[in-house]
């Protein structure tokens, strides 16, 4: 597999072609950002354990039956993924209340939502990530309804997956953000990444926050948090 020019460059990874047409290489940067890229700074050891954190879920979710891009990690802070034409909209499901919920309502930080709640979100730095709703989707042409309906589906079987999957290390699954595209067959496969970046993880019986929000909120700890998670789940490092 060759390394080819870099595609894109976001925020916390880079993009790079291959040699194979439907495979990207994603290389996970040390970079953190909070507030849509207003506040960033670099965190040692950051891009290793989200990559390799990323694909510790990414090949569970794999053989629970959800269409991932991973294909092989390749080295610390670089991943082979399948090439995917990304829906430009952010799936969020949350099991307890906290981050942007919380302001919008202004619910109490930790309620149970029962059921979950889904949300969707427009990938927008520039306008804040707006919330949208499912109609939006399909009249501004980020997606088909059936895009979003198996999207949908994805997200609450990722869910199922994972919240499992951290309750038994110990951890609530308070919520997360998934995004999707379609592959060069036509298919929705998961893409980008799962990481504590992209989730809130409190433990279960302290509450303590593990994720990004350690970043956000300036609560220290925040690599030190990740690897406790990773260690937890018995995520190598
Ligand atoms: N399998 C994939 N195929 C194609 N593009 C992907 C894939 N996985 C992730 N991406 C895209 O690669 C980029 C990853 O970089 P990163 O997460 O740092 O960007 P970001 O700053 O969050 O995103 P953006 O700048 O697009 O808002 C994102 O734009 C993401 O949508
Ligand atoms: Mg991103």
């Known amino acids: 597999m060759e390394k080819r020019e870099e595609l894109y460059r976001g925020k916390a990874k ?12 994603l290389l996970f940067r040390n970079d953190t950002s909070a507030f849509d890229g207003k506040r960033i700074e670099q965190l ?7 990559n390799k954190f990323n694909a510790f879920i990414m090949q569970k979710l794999e053989a629970a039956g959800i269409p991932t891009q991973f294909d092989k990690l390749l080295a610390d802070n670089e991943v082979l993924v399948k090439k ?3 829906i430009p909209v952010e799936c969020v499901v949350r099991n307890y209340a906290a981050g942007s919920l919380v302001k919008r309502l202004g619910v109490e930080e930790g309620l149970k939502l029962n059921p979950y709640t889904f949300e969707l979100f427009l990938k927008d730095d520039a306008k804040g990530d707006p919330f949208i709703n499912e109609s939006h989707v399909v009249a501004f042409g980020w997606g088909t309804a059936e895009q979003l309906a198996r ?4 997200s609450l079987k990722v869910n199922d997956v994972l919240s ?7 951890l609530l699954l308070v919520d997360f953000k998934l995004e999707f595209g379609v592959f060069s067959d036509g298919s929705i496969v998961l893409g980008d990444e799962f990481s504590p970046d992209g989730c809130r993880l409190w433990d279960k019986d302290t509450k303590k926050k593990m994720d990004k929000d350690r970043f ?3 609560l220290g700890d925040v690599i030190e948090a990740y690897e406790e998670v990773a260690h937890r789940l018995g ?3």
């Open 14 to 25: 880079s993009v790079y072609k291959t040699d194979d047409a439907d495979r990207l290489i």
């Open 44 to 50: 040692d050891r950051k891009g290793m354990v989200n």
């Open 235 to 237: 995520v190598p490092l």
């Open 164 to 170: 499992k999957l951290f309750d038994d290390a110990g």
């Open 84 to 86: 995917l034409d990304m």
């Open 151 to 154: 999207m949908k589906e994805l």
């Open 216 to 218: 956000r909120q300036g």
